[in-house]
């Protein structure tokens, strides 16, 4: 193939992946016309914000309270 027509055809498979500027535009005035923080708007962001927090901590309390319930019993205690 001749280089012209690769680039062309590049260039027209680089067009289809890029968004229309509409749908771009669109989400700019969505997201300059809300209040507050927009970092944690996404419908993802939900997971990294609360689920992900949430499981570490209910996980360090079960570690904690196992802890002081095993050294309450003497449970794990080594013997010298």
Not at 47 to 66: D, F, K, N, Q
Request: hydrophobic fraction near 40%.
């Amino acid at each position: 193939m001749p280089e012209s027509v690769c680039l062309w055809v590049h260039l027209c498979n680089v067009r289809r992946r890029i968004k229309p500027k509409e749908k771009l535009i669109a989400k700019q005035r969505v997201f300059q016309s809300l209040k507050g923080p927009v970092h944690l708007r996404g419908p993802s962001d939900k997971i990294t914000s609360v689920a992900i927090p949430l499981a570490m901590t209910v996980t360090s309390v079960a570690l904690i309270v196992r802890g002081i319930y095993d050294m309450s019993q003497n449970i794990g205690k080594k013997e010298a």
